[in-house]
C-alpha cells in the first residue's frame, strides 16, 4: 500500500480521516511508513468496525422488531376505536372546517338508512342520500336540512327532530379547535314514544281511554286561556242511575264493558271540541265549549239522558240505565276549574234527590244547601255519640176490634237547639255517610226494651234501611236486640222497603229468611209506590204488606186508589198475608178500608206517633173504649 492514495480525495471521508491518523501513527523518524506497524493499526481498526457494525446490526434488528410490536399494538387499538365507534348508541359525524365530512361511525349510517358516507361529502349531500328523507314533503325535507345544517355549536346546543318515517332524532353539534365540528345524532323514537305513552295514561282514563280529571283541568284552563271575552261554556256532570246493581249483580266485567259502551254513546253525542271525561266510577263529565245558549245546553242534557236510558246488550244481559245530569254554566274569563266542577257537582246532588233520570242547572242556594249539608254530617256525628236520637211510637189498630194489636218505632233526633227533628231530615243522610248502621242499631236496640214492658198481644214494628243489609250482619244484631230484652221474637215485626229488594237479592233473601227463622215478622212497607211490588210479594214470604199513605190519602177522591186498595187487601186475604193502611186521617178513609177487609190502620185519625209514656195509657184507652163497645 502506498501512503499517496491516502491524499487523494479532497473530502475526506471518516475511513479516510482514520487511516490518515493511522498513517501519521506509524511513520519512521526518517519520514518513511513503518508497513508492519500500519498494518497492525489497519487491521484493529477494521476488528473494531466489525463490532460496531454487529452492534449497529443488532440495534437495528431490535428497532424494527419494536417498530413491528407498536405498529400491530396500534392497529389493535384502531380496530378496537373502529368497533366501539360503531357500537356508540350515538351516531358520529366529524367534518372538516369546509364542511366537509371526514368520518362517520355505524350507528349514523343507520340512523340516516345509508350504505356509506364517503368522506368529502358535505352535510346536505349526506342528508339528501338517506332514503328516510326522501319520502317527505319536498317542503319537509328542504326544512329538515335547514334545521340540521343551523344547529348552534354553542356546547351542548341541541336540536330534535321528527322525520317523515315518524322517528325522532336529536343531534347536538360540539365545534372543534380546528374549525371543524363534531354531530351526536341519537334516535330518540323508543324514549319519546315511551314517555308520551306515560304522558297519556296520566291523563287518561285506563278503561274508556277518555281524559280524566286531570287532562279535564288542563282543557277547562286552556279553553279559559283561548277563550274571546264573553265565550260561554258548560260543565255536565254525570252519574249512571243504577249502575251500581249491574255490577253487583252481573259482575265487575260486564259493569266495565257497560261503561265502555257509554263512553261511546256520550263521545257521539257531543261536538268533536268537547271533551268527555271520566272522572272516576260511573262519573263523567262533559266540557261544552262556545256555549250559544242555556236552550243548547239543555237540548244535550235530554238527550244524553234518552240516550243513555235506551237499554245495552252486554254479555247476553239486557241492560237498563239511566242518568242524572248536573249544569254549572260560565262565561269563560270569570271562572276556574274547580269551581265549575264543584258547582256541576252540586247540581248532579240535586238532580239526583229530585228522582233521577234528570237534569238541573246550578243555582247558588245549592251551594248554600251542600253548606249545610256539611254541618249536618257533622251534628249527626255528634248526636250519636251524646245519645240524642230517641223514638216515637205510632199505634196500629185492628179495624175490626179497635183494639191496638201493635206501635210502629218512628225515630226522631232530639236537637239540643233545633228541638225535635223527623227522620225525614237525617235518615237518607245517614244512610250516605254510613251512620244508619250505629242509628239503626240504637232503635232497634230501644224499640225491643219498651216494647217488652207492653202488654204481650202488642207488637212492635222496627223500620230497617236497605243499607243495613250491606255489612250481612243484621240477623246477628236482631238475636241480641231479642236477647237482650228478653222480647218474644213473635212480637217483633221489621219493616222493610221494595229499595232492600232491589240491592243484591240473594244476599238479602238470606238474611231475611235467617232473621224469620229466628221467630220474628216480616213487612213489606210503602206497598204500591215501587214499580215490581206484586212480584216482591210473590218472591218472599212477608207477613204483612203495609199500603201506602199515598192510597189511603185519596180514598174516598179517587177511585184509582180505591182500586188498588181492593186489589191488594184481596190479594193478601188469598195468599194469607195481614195488611195495614198508613197515614189513615178520617173515619170515612176508615170507613172504606173496613170495607174493603183491610186488617188493620195507623194514621193521625188514631194518634200521632208518641213518646214511649203515651204507649201504656193509649192502650188502656182504646182497651176501655172496645170493653165499653163489646
Ligand atoms: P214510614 O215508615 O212510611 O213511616 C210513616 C210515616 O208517616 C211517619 O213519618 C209517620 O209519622 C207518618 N204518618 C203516620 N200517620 C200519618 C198520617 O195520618 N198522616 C200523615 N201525613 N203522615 C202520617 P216519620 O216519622 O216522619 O217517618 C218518615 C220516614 O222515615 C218513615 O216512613 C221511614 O221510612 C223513615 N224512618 C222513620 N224511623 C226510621 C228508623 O228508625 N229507621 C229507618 N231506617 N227509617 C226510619
Ligand atoms: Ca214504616
Ligand atoms: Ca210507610
Redesign the pocket.
Known amino acids: 500500500m502506498t501512503p499517496s492514495t491516502a491524499t487523494i480525495d479532497p473530502r475526506p471521508s471518516p475511513l479516510h480521516q482514520t487511516l490518515a491518523r493511522q498513517v501519521q501513527r506509524a511513520r519512521l523518524p526518517d519520514g518513511g511508513v513503518d508497513l508492519d506497524r500500519l498494518l497492525a493499526l489497519v487491521s484493529e481498526t477494521y476488528a473494531e468496525t466489525d463490532v460496531d457494525r454487529r452492534r449497529t446490526d443488532r440495534a437495528n434488528r431490535l428497532m424494527a422488531e419494536e417498530l413491528e410490536e407498536a405498529l400491530s399494538k396500534s392497529a389493535l387499538q384502531n380496530v378496537r376505536f373502529k368497533a366501539a365507534l360503531d357500537n356508540m348508541n350515538q351516531g358520529l359525524a366529524l367534518f372538516d372546517p369546509a364542511g366537509r365530512l371526514v368520518l362517520t361511525n355505524q350507528r349514523f349510517l343507520d340512523i340516516y338508512r345509508l350504505s356509506e358516507a364517503p368522506a368529502g361529502l358535505t352535510l346536505d349531500q349526506t342528508l339528501e342520500r338517506s332514503p328516510c328523507l326522501s319520502i317527505g314533503t319536498p317542503t319537509a325535507q328542504r326544512r329538515l336540512i335547514r334545521e340540521y345544517h343551523d344547529i348552534a355549536s354553542d356546547p351542548g346546543a341541541k336540536i330534535e327532530q321528527r322525520w317523515p318515517d315518524g322517528r325522532t332524532i336529536t343531534i347536538e353539534r360540539n365545534q372543534l379547535v380546528d374549525g371543524g365540528f363534531l354531530d351526536t345524532v341519537a334516535d330518540v323514537t323508543e324514549a319519546r314514544n315511551a314517555s308520551a305513552q306515560i304522558a297519556h295514561l296520566a291523563r287518561h282514563d285506563a278503561l274508556t281511554d277518555l281524559p280524566n280529571r286531570t287532562l279535564l283541568h288542563e282543557r277547562l284552563a286552556e279553553m279559559m286561556r283561548n277563550a274571546r271575552r264573553g265565550d260561554r261554556c258548560a260543565m255536565l256532570c254525570l252519574d249512571l242511575d243504577r249502575f251500581k246493581l249491574v255490577n253487583d249483580t252481573l259482575g265487575h266485567p260486564v259493569g266495565d264493558a257497560l261503561l265502555v259502551a257509554v263512553a261511546d254513546r256520550l263521545v257521539a253525542l257531543v261536538r268533536p271540541h268537547d271533551v268527555v271525561a271520566r272522572l272516576g266510577g260511573d262519573e263523567f263529565s262533559i266540557l261544552v265549549q262556545h256555549v250559544t245558549s242555556d236552550r243548547v245546553v239543555k237540548q244535550l242534557c235530554r238527550r244524553i239522558i234518552e240516550t243513555l236510558t235506551q237499554p245495552f246488550e252486554i254479555a247476553g244481559h239486557h241492560i237498563q240505565i239511566g242518568a242524572s245530569v248536573g249544569v254549572a254554566m260560565g262565561t269563560v274569563e270569570a271562572l276556574d276549574p274547580d269551581t265549575m266542577l264543584r258547582d256541576a257537582d252540586l247540581a248532579l246532588y240535586r238532580a239526583k234527590r229530585d228522582g233521577r233520570g234528570n237534569y238541573r242547572f246550578y243555582t247558588p242556594d245549592m251551594h248554600v244547601f251542600a253548606t249545610r249539608r256539611r254541618e249536618l254530617e257533622i251534628e249527626l256525628r255528634r248526636a250519636l255519640n251524646s245519645n240524642e236520637f230517641e223514638?216515637?211510637y205510632?199505634p196500629q189498630i185492628n179495624i175490626e176490634t179497635q183494639t191496638v194489636v201493635g206501635f210502629?218505632?218512628?225515630?226522631r233526633w232530639y236537637h239540643p237547639e233545633r228541638g225535635v227533628i223527623?227522620?225525614?231530615e237525617f235518615?237518607s243522610v245517614c244512610e250516605e255517610i254510613g251512620l244508619?248502621g250505629a242509628?239503626?242499631e240504637v232503635?232497634l236496640m230501644r224499640s225491643c226494651h219498651d216494647a217488652a214492658c207492653w202488654p204481650e198481644n202488642v207488637k212492635i214494628a222496627?223500620?230497617?234501611?236497605a243499607v243495613?243489609f250491606k255489612s250481612g250482619t243484621l240477623p246477628a244484631l236482631v238475636a241480641r236486640a231479642l236477647r237482650d230484652s228478653g222480647l218474644d221474637p213473635r212480637r217483633l215485626e221489621l219493616?222493610i222497603?221494595e229499595s232492600v229488594m232491589l240491592e243484591d237479592t240473594a244476599s238479602v233473601i238470606t238474611q231475611l229468611k235467617e232473621i224469620k227463622r229466628l221467630g220474628v215478622l216480616i213487612s213489606l212497607?210503602?206497598f204500591g209506590t215501587g214499580y215490581s211490588s206484586l212480584s216482591h210479594i210473590r218472591n218472599f214470604p212477608f207477613d204483612r204488606v203495609?199500603i201506602?199513605?199515598s192510597f189511603v190519602?185519596e180514598l174516598g177522591t179517587n177511585s184509582d186508589s180505591l182500586a188498588i186498595v181492593r186489589a191488594v187487601t184481596g190479594l193478601c186475604s188469598s195468599l194469607g198475608i195481614m195488611s195495614i193502611a198508613?197515614?189513615?186521617?178520617t173515619l170515612d178513609q176508615l170507613n172504606i178500608l173496613a170495607a174493603e177487609k183491610c186488617d188493620s190502620a195507623?194514621?193521625?185519625?188514631y194518634s200521632?206517633?208518641v213518646p214511649l209514656a203515651e204507649t201504656g195509657p193509649f192502650v188502656s184507652r182504646m182497651a176501655a173504649l172496645h170493653a165499653v163497645a163489646a
Open positions: 223514638v216515637h205510632q210502629e218505632a218512628l225515630a223527623s227522620p225525614g235518615i244508619i242509628v239503626g232503635i222496627v223500620n230497617l234501611s243495613q219493616e222497603t212497607d210503602d203495609k201506602d199513605q190519602r198508613e197515614g189513615v186521617e195507623q194514621g193521625y185519625y200521632r206517633p
